[in-house]
């Protein structure tokens, strides 16, 4: 089994910053793309990074220049950096994977349990 746990949410001002993280865990072959969605009340769940086994990352406007994904291999890790959060960025955020759990699997979508990310204004 393979298990994806966030942590690093919580409460900011508008203007302040958050780093997420997001552990993979259990039996773990390879990984390819990781990413980070986020939902708001009302609104379809939205990717806003993505980062490719070659190290090519993708973001929506909205966050562009202020989000940064990166990861740690060694540790099975990776990241969201939010900069100048505003009110308009809180969600809750998951990440996500597609990950092989032997040379023989296909690959498989991950998400992790979610964490609360609210920006005051």
């Known amino acids: 089994q393979v298990q994806l746990v966030e942590s690093g949410g919580g409460l900011v001002q508008a203007e302040g910053s958050l780093r997420l993280s997001c552990t993979a865990s259990?039996?773990?072959?390879?990984?390819?793309?990781m990413a980070w969605y986020r939902q708001a009340p009302g609104k379809q769940r939205e990717s806003v990074a993505i980062?490719?086994?070659?190290?090519?990352?993708t973001y929506p406007d909205s966050v562009k220049e202020r989000f940064t994904i990166s990861r740690d291999n060694a540790k099975n890790t990776w990241y969201l950096q939010m900069n100048n959060l505003k009110p308009e960025d809180t969600a809750v955020y998951y990440c996500?994977?597609?990950?092989?759990?032997?040379?023989?699997?296909?690959?498989?979508?991950?998400w992790g349990q979610g964490t609360q990310v609210t920006v005051s204004s």
């Open positions: 996500n994977a597609m990950i092989r759990t032997s040379w023989t699997s296909s690959w498989n979508d991950y």
């Open positions: 980062l490719t086994n070659g190290g090519q990352t």
């Open positions: 259990g039996r773990i072959f390879s990984t390819n793309v």
